[in-house]
């Protein structure tokens, strides 16, 4: 189960704020207690993760880059905001997407540069803008800030943050990009704090460098008025619609993998403790009233996704819709198990079940690991185990290379068995039968993005390996690739990180698909602009592709 970096950063920081401040000046930490802290970081990724050497040219130069940290902290000592920028390249050269340290600051940093950029052909692009007189940049091609390549940035950003692949490397440019904590790692050379001097390439080919102010708070972006109507996700992650009054085309929009029923049934029955807190927080959203007292009455309250998808598919068979869309563009993660639930009701559990044993996984256990997971004990996790794994083994049961594929299957069986009796709601329509596969239109397309991650990512490979068309930009998620964070501090500083405890070969034989997973139907640039910069322009681009459906 994949766990989006932004869902654990959510849960986190509501948690804890650290500031350390004396008389008004920022208070320095002791060299003593830093490297206290520097070896306890090591300690927790060399304990936790599955390989935190494979990337890092091998556990001589991770030492190696560990005592060059050590030895950089000076006799008095550091701030907490320059023991984390410290701390960055360390954790960065893991090569780990999901392996990071969370930013210090009590404060919302402020606005960087006021545009919201897209990806697309590893460029950025200018998607959305925050001023009238701004907007003919829009289309417009990053090429430099403050006097820095693009190429550069890019490479600069890649020094700072674990990456996967060279799409994820942008969407974590784009987040630093658009604040001030950010552009400050990026460019430590910039001065004029007050404005900031990037260069464009305009659409027309024609070149312009602005300065941009550096504002307190930005007003509603300004993008262009899309040709299509996308179903509402104000309150809840996921809708659906139909683009013609004939429903023969359903667009279903799954913006993000948490806030359903079924995904607090589950973590209630792993035993984590946030449960309570964020159910009651999606419930009152979506309910616009106090949650009750009682956990089970707040999660009734809550949509599930078995539910939700049994009503869409039962409505697309009634009409015989010939497509259905699945929209991830948005989508960064949550808890997987819903892209098993919709898979559930158009294809079919035989065939979910053949697609579950195509990608393997191998988990770390950990001291870490039984303090966040409380439940999953070594006794739980031993039975029926040939021989019993101790607490900093490695558990091989999802590789079949390991296991030999008939015990494989069988232990991932038991392994869909397991969370699917933690999952009541789905486990009552699973065990009746009456709507295993459903309805399977003639079509169907899921549309991705950069931003496409974790949890998201995996509906678009699952769906891409049931025979699903793959339209838009590459995901920023690898396949093959490191994730299910854990969360830790460090005991001085209060610097909270996370750290994977999983390897994932979602494409095991396949190392270019399990860097990077190209949609069947790319939207390219040329194709971006010959569609006006449309924010839908891959819905656009798809449609006009099936229009004789």
Avoid at 116 to 136: D, T
């Amino acid at each position: 189960m994949r766990i989006s970096i932004k869902t654990k950063i959510a849960i986190i920081l509501s948690l804890l704020f650290i500031s350390f401040s004396l008389n008004g000046q920022v208070k320095k930490i002791e060299k003593n207690l830093l490297m206290e802290d520097i070896r306890q970081l090591a300690q927790i990724i060399e304990s936790s993760h599955p390989d935190p050497y494979i990337k890092g040219g091998g556990k001589i130069e991770f030492n190696r880059r560990l005592q060059k940290l050590i030895l950089s902290i000076p006799e008095e000592g550091l701030t907490h905001k320059e023991f984390y920028r410290a701390l960055l390249p360390f954790v960065a050269s893991v090569g780990d997407g999901h392996t990071d340290i969370m930013t210090p600051s009590s404060e919302p940093s402020k606005p960087g540069i006021p545009i919201i950029f897209g990806i697309v052909e590893g460029s950025l692009y200018v998607a959305k803008v925050f001023s009238e007189e701004q907007k003919l940049l829009i289309g417009s091609k990053l090429l430099s800030i403050e006097g820095v390549s693009f190429n550069e940035i890019v490479k600069r950003q890649g020094e700072i943050s674990g990456w996967d692949n060279e799409y994820q490397i942008l969407t974590k440019l784009c987040s630093n990009l658009g604040n001030i904590a950010g552009l400050e790692l990026l460019f430590p050379k910039w001065k004029e704090k007050d404005s900031i001097k990037a260069t464009f390439l305009l659409p027309s080919g024609k070149y312009k460098e602005i300065r941009f102010p550096i504002l307190e708070k930005l007003p509603a972006p300004l993008e262009i008025t899309s040709r299509i109507s996308l179903p509402s996700v104000e309150k809840i992650d996921f809708n659906y619609s139909f683009l013609d009054k004939d429903k023969k085309i359903c667009l279903l929009r799954i913006d993000g993998m948490f806030s359903y029923r079924e995904n607090f049934e589950f973590f209630k029955n792993m035993g984590v403790e946030w449960v309570n807190l964020y159910a009651r927080r999606i419930y009152e959203k979506y309910n616009n009233k106090k949650a009750p007292d009682k956990i089970e009455e707040v999660m009734e309250g809550i949509p599930s996704a078995t539910e939700f998808f049994r009503d869409m598919v039962m409505e697309m068979k009634k009409a015989k819709s010939k497509a259905l869309i699945v929209d991830v563009r948005k989508n960064s993660g949550g808890n997987s198990l819903m892209s098993y639930i919709l898979g559930y009701f158009l294809y079919g559990k035989e065939k979910i079940k053949d697609i579950s044993i195509t990608s393997i996984s191998i988990k770390k256990y950990s001291d870490l690991y039984f303090t966040l997971y409380k439940d999953d004990t070594l006794e739980k996790i031993n039975q029926g185990k040939p021989f019993p794994l101790l607490k900093d083994d490695y558990d091989f049961s999802e590789d079949p290379n390991f296991m030999g594929k008939e015990n494989f299957i069988r232990e991932r069986e038991k392994e869909m068995e397991k969370w699917i009796k933690m999952i009541p709601t789905f486990m009552k329509v699973f065990v009746a039968g009456d709507f295993d596969g459903l309805y399977l239109p003639d079509k169907v397309f899921v549309i991705c993005s950069p931003w496409t991650y974790s949890s998201g990512y995996q509906l678009t490979s699952m769906f891409y390996k049931l025979g699903a068309t793959l339209v838009g930009i590459p995901s920023g998620q690898a396949g093959n690739c490191f994730g299910d964070v854990l969360i830790f501090t460090l005991k001085n500083s209060g610097i909270r990180g996370m750290v994977s405890h999983k390897q994932f070969l979602d494409f095991p034989e396949d190392s270019l698909k399990g860097r990077i997973l190209k949609p069947h139907i790319e939207l390219t640039y040329k194709e971006l602009k010959k569609r006006g910069f449309d924010p839908n322009a891959e819905i656009i681009l798809l449609l006009e592709k099936i229009k004789g459906i």
